[in-house]
């Protein structure tokens, strides 16, 4: 059995930053992609950034240049670097790992940005 614990998240005013981390657990012998989505209210889940077991990333549009994704494979931990926050980013923040083709799902960190 693998689990995905966030965590990080918090209230942060509009211009400032934070950091999540996501550790995964249990029946683990090596991840492959690991990624962050994040789901505002009324919207629907959405890629933030992936970084591949080589250290490839990807992120989306409306992030680029903000936030930074990385990841050590020591600890089975990937971590999402949140800067120049805007209130467009408060959602629920989620972390996906893919171990082998099967994607596990933590239960997410709430971001907040005040204006």
């Known amino acids: 059995q693998v689990q995905v614990v966030e965590s990080g998240g918090g209230l942060v005013q509009a211009g400032g930053s934070l950091r999540l981390s996501c550790a995964a657990s249990?029946?683990?012998?090596?991840?492959?992609?690991m990624g962050w989505y994040r789901q505002a209210p009324g919207k629907q889940r959405e890629l933030v950034a992936s970084?591949?077991?080589?250290?490839?990333?990807h992120y989306a549009d409306s992030v680029k240049g903000r936030f930074t994704i990385s990841r050590d494979n020591a600890k089975n931990t990937v971590y999402l670097h949140l800067n120049s926050l805007k209130s467009e980013d408060t959602a629920v923040y989620y972390c996906?790992?893919?171990?082998?083709?099967?994607?596990?799902w933590g239960k997410g960190t709430l971001v907040t940005v005040s204006s």
């Open positions: 996906n790992v893919d171990i082998y083709g099967t994607y596990y």
């Open positions: 249990g029946s683990i012998f090596s991840i492959n992609a």
């Open positions: 970084i591949t077991s080589g250290g490839g990333t």
